[in-house]
């Protein structure tokens, strides 16, 4: 079975460039995160959905970051325009219904912000 | 907010167990205690998760004081591949998002 999918893996732009980030999840799977890592810390979760609705968007820097997952499958995140503090990992995690709620980790889009 | 403290980092000889230990002194009833590890360059795994009874998975084991205030991580047999940074976090079983804070490097010497 395959796993979280990302893409691209690594990515760099120049500050105030759009920048894009794709996630597919694992199949069935109903519970979709996004989360960013910085160097040398934890992930940190920047929006959750289920199905197609954003249940937890609090962390999520509304001026320039957007998403969606608009048929409840993979989904795309977005900075419009990235700043250099944008520079880190971008994750990507599923879930599904019932059991142990584990999250299953994408391998992360890295992102250089020059 | 982590809710939880772990030691910055340990190491481990091979074919050893590691004991990574972690406090979540403030630990409400209905909160879970899980394990992830993150291998450099890749994303975070699950490992194991408990509430007040010890676990044992293929993984690793989990123990958990009577108190619920602590927990250990236990790696019976340390591999090289096993060198990681390890997050204990503690959440209600679903709905809360995960706070990983940064974990205990651990690195496993040959």
């Known amino acids: 079975e395959a796993g979280v999918v990302q893409s691209p893996r690594y990515k760099i732009i120049e500050k105030k460039q759009p920048v894009a980030f794709w996630c597919n999840p694992i199949?069935?799977?109903?519970?979709l995160y996004w989360y960013r890592q910085n160097l040398g810390q934890g992930p940190e979760l920047l929006i959750r959905?289920?199905?197609?609705?954003?249940?937890?968007d609090s962390q999520l820097p509304k001026d320039r970051f957007s998403a969606e997952r608009l048929k409840g499958v993979d989904s795309t995140l977005k900075i419009q325009p990235a700043e250099l503090g944008d520079s880190a990992v971008y994750l990507c995690?599923?879930?599904?219904?019932?059991?142990?709620?584990?999250?299953?980790f994408g391998p992360g889009t890295r992102l250089t912000v020059l | 907010d982590a809710k939880t403290t772990q030691p910055t980092s340990m190491d481990c000889a091979e074919g050893r167990a590691a004991n990574l230990p972690c406090n979540h002194s403030?630990?409400?009833?209905?909160?879970?205690v899980y394990w992830y590890r993150q291998i450099h360059s890749q994303g975070p795994q699950y490992i194991i998760h408990?509430?007040?009874n010890n676990e044992t998975n293929e993984m690793a084991s989990l123990i958990i004081t009577e108190d619920r205030k602590s927990s250990t991580l236990i790696l019976p047999h340390a591999t090289l591949r096993d060198t990681a940074v390890y997050y204990c976090?503690?959440?209600?079983?679903?709905?809360?998002?995960?706070?990983f804070g940064t974990g205990t490097s651990l690195t496993v010497i040959p």
């Open positions: 995690a599923s879930s599904q219904p019932g059991g142990a709620d584990e999250q299953f």
């Open positions: 199949s069935g799977h109903n519970t």
């Open positions: 959905y289920e199905n197609e609705e954003a249940v937890d």
């Open positions: 403030t630990i409400s009833g209905n909160e879970y």
């Open positions: 408990g509430l007040k």
């Open positions: 976090i503690v959440r209600v079983y679903t709905g809360n998002q995960f706070y």
